[in-house]
């Protein structure tokens, strides 16, 4: 499966309040395994930067002078991205910010390009209920070097939010996998049996009453049991 972690970094908070895309950056992996492939760019924003934005990312727009209009790169960008399944961290920011700027480019929303969208905030907030789950909090947690995460940037974020994501499924892969060791384990042994020397053992009679009592217990509340 082709899977790309995405981030971006933008003026302020709001899209519809005319704040704009300054940096994109998306991760692509293959299999859970990287590529190697990735997409980054900074944006002119054509607009001013807020303060508070600025603190945490450290763009300035000076540096952002003589960089790409989002016009400019929304080809690449879509291209890119294209039939992969995104995984984003607080997705309907990114997702919001992102399909602001296509549509001010008459283009389809990302999500008709995709072939899905994981946030993987809400994934967190669900395995731990009421407990920080930003992405610092989550290297804390799954003993993640974000040393160099000073400030907030889309690149490193991406990368760092791959390794998050990694390691919230590595439980869910080992279970399909040893599911997948157990049926071929059942499968191979079930050719090795002799049923000539299978034993039949009868049932006695207090586990043939306390198996009719089982049967008239499921009767009486609607269930089947087969």
Not at 56 to 85: M, N, T, W, Y
Request: aromatic share 6%; with cysteine.
């Amino acid at each position: 499966m082709r899977q790309i972690f995405l981030d971006t970094e933008t003026t302020g908070l709001y899209p519809d309040q005319g704040h704009r895309i300054i940096e994109i950056a998306a991760v692509e992996i293959f299999n859970r395994r990287p590529t190697q492939r990735h997409f980054h760019v900074y944006i002119n924003p054509e607009r001013e930067i807020d303060a508070g934005a600025q603190e945490v990312h450290g763009i300035s727009l000076e540096f952002l002078q003589d960089k790409p209009l989002f016009a400019q790169v929304a080809d690449e960008f879509i291209a890119f991205v294209r039939g992969a399944e995104l995984i984003i961290h607080n997705a309907p920011f990114d997702m919001g910010f992102l399909n602001m700027e296509l549509a001010r480019l008459g283009m389809d929303k990302l999500e008709t390009a995709v072939s899905g969208i994981i946030d993987t905030l809400k994934m967190a907030k669900e395995s731990r209920p009421g407990q920080r789950n930003n992405l610092d909090a989550l290297c804390r947690h799954f003993g993640i070097d974000n040393s160099k995460r000073t400030l907030h940037g889309a690149l490193l974020d991406a990368e760092l939010l791959g390794e998050v994501y990694i390691a919230m499924t590595r439980g869910q892969e080992s279970l399909l996998m040893e599911l997948s060791g157990t049926e071929e384990q059942v499968s191979h042994d079930s050719v090795a049996v002799d049923l000539n020397n299978v034993k039949l053992l009868a049932a006695d009679a207090e586990e043939l009453a306390a198996h009719a009592k089982y049967i008239e217990g499921l009767a009486k509340s609607g269930a089947t049991p087969w």
